[in-house]
């Protein structure tokens, strides 16, 4: 069965760095293809691609968060962690980690964590 | 950022109708799209990707179709458990850009 499991701060005040976890359980990011991803969704419910790490280390960031974000990965951990540099109360919200997974040249996200809420207030 | 647009917003409809709503993106992507179902209080989860293939477990009354910049997430004979949040994802090119979502409410 795979899990994933998101911890963090509730709370941080602006212009403070974030610093999630994800801790995941039921595969290897050392098998070649995998990936795990950040997603964050707004309290208005929107729904924002953040960044993805690969098994090889390979990165990809949102391009309008990228100067803010760095996501790494720890695999004798089984963990990814995601920094959010320059918090604003806009960037509250829930945040969700989740595998990537394809088959051919289609790929989802599935299964997702349960998410951390952040608060964003000073 | 490819842009996808969903429509309607929101939808009452009642058990055992028929629904249909629409992901629109702002340019070509093939047949990349996925949609997910989120219940309140709870992570989103996969429904379909690959704009029509359904994800397993889930059952055969959903169905996913389009290609190009147009798709459809179509439930014959809703049940209960239907009424949710759905939002589709584009998986062309990063970054991976979600739909505002559909709320399917019970009318």
């Known amino acids: 069965q795979i899990t994933l499991r998101e911890s963090g701060p509730p709370l941080v005040k602006p212009t403070q760095t974030l610093t999630l976890t994800c801790t995941f359980s039921?595969?290897?990011?050392?098998?070649?293809?995998?990936?795990v991803g950040w997603i964050r969704q707004s309290p208005e419910k929107a729904l924002d691609w953040l960044a993805l790490?690969?098994?090889?280390?390979?990165?990809r960031y949102n391009p309008s968060l990228k100067s803010r974000l760095t996501i790494t990965k720890d695999t004798s951990k089984n963990q990814v962690v995601l920094t959010m540099s320059n918090m604003d109360p806009l960037d509250s919200g829930t945040y969700y980690c989740a595998r990537r997974a394809w088959a051919g040249l289609d790929t989802w996200y599935e299964p997702w964590g349960q998410g951390t809420l952040v608060t964003v207030a000073s | 950022d490819i842009q996808m647009t969903q429509s309607p917003s929101s939808l009452s409809a009642s058990i055992g109708d028929r629904v249909t709503m629409t992901c629109r993106a702002s340019?070509?992507?093939?047949?990349?799209v996925n949609w997910y179902k989120q219940e309140p209080g709870k992570a989103p989860r996969l429904l379909i990707y690959g704009a029509s293939r359904l994800q397993g477990g889930d059952p055969s009354r959903i169905s996913g179709s389009g290609s190009g910049t147009d798709f459809t997430l179509t439930i014959s004979t809703l049940q209960s458990e239907d009424f949710a949040t759905y939002y589709c994802?584009?998986?062309?090119?990063?970054?991976?850009?979600f739909g505002q979502g559909t709320k399917l409410e019970i009318k």
């Open positions: 039921g595969f290897s990011l050392t098998t070649p293809g995998l990936a």
């Open positions: 790490i690969y098994w090889d280390d390979d990165k």
């Open positions: 340019q070509i992507i093939d047949t990349y």
């Open positions: 994802q584009q998986s062309y090119k990063t970054p991976y850009t």
